[in-house]
C-alpha cells in the first residue's frame, strides 16, 4: 500500500508561483512512476504532468507546458510541481498519484494510489 500526501497549495494572483509537494510512504516509491492531476469544481479530473522514475523524462499536458515543472527526490519519497506564470484557469484541486505498472500515461484510470488533494486558487 501507498500513502500520499500533498502540500503546498494556496492563494496566489495571476503571474505568482507555487510549489506543490507530494510525500510517499512506501518502499516501492523510487521505482514508480508518478503523476500530478487537477479537478476544477464541477470539472473531471485532468491531466497536468508525469515523471518516470529516475526523473529522466517528464511529460505535459499543453496549457502548463513552460510554466510547470515536475520533479522528484528518491530519497525524500518527494515527488514536486514547480507551478510558475499561474493564471485563474490553473485553479483546482491538484492531486499526487502512483502508478504501480507501465511509464507514463494520461488518464486518471491508469494510477492506482492517490493523495486527498490540495487547493490551489489563482486570483485575478
Known amino acids: 500500500q501507498v500513502h500520499m500526501v500533498e502540500s503546498g497549495g494556496g492563494l496566489v494572483q495571476a503571474g505568482g508561483s507555487l510549489r506543490l509537494s507530494c510525500a510517499a510512504s512506501?518502499?516501492?516509491?523510487?521505482?514508480?512512476?508518478m503523476g500530478w492531476f487537477r479537478q476544477a469544481p464541477g470539472k473531471e479530473r485532468d491531466f497536468v504532468a508525469t515523471?518516470?522514475?529516475?526523473?529522466?523524462?517528464?511529460e505535459y499536458t499543453d496549457s502548463v507546458k513552460g510554466r510547470f515543472t515536475i520533479s522528484r527526490d528518491n530519497a525524500k519519497n518527494t515527488v514536486y510541481l514547480q507551478m510558475n506564470s499561474l493564471k485563474p484557469e490553473d485553479t483546482a484541486v491538484y492531486y499526487c498519484a502512483v502508478r504501480r505498472l507501465g511509464v507514463f500515461g494520461s488518464s486518471p484510470g491508469q494510477y492506482d494510489y492517490w493523495g486527498q488533494g490540495t487547493q490551489v486558487t489563482v486570483s485575478s
Open positions: 515523471i518516470n522514475w529516475s526523473g529522466s523524462s517528464t
Open positions: 512506501g518502499r516501492t516509491f523510487s521505482s514508480r512512476t
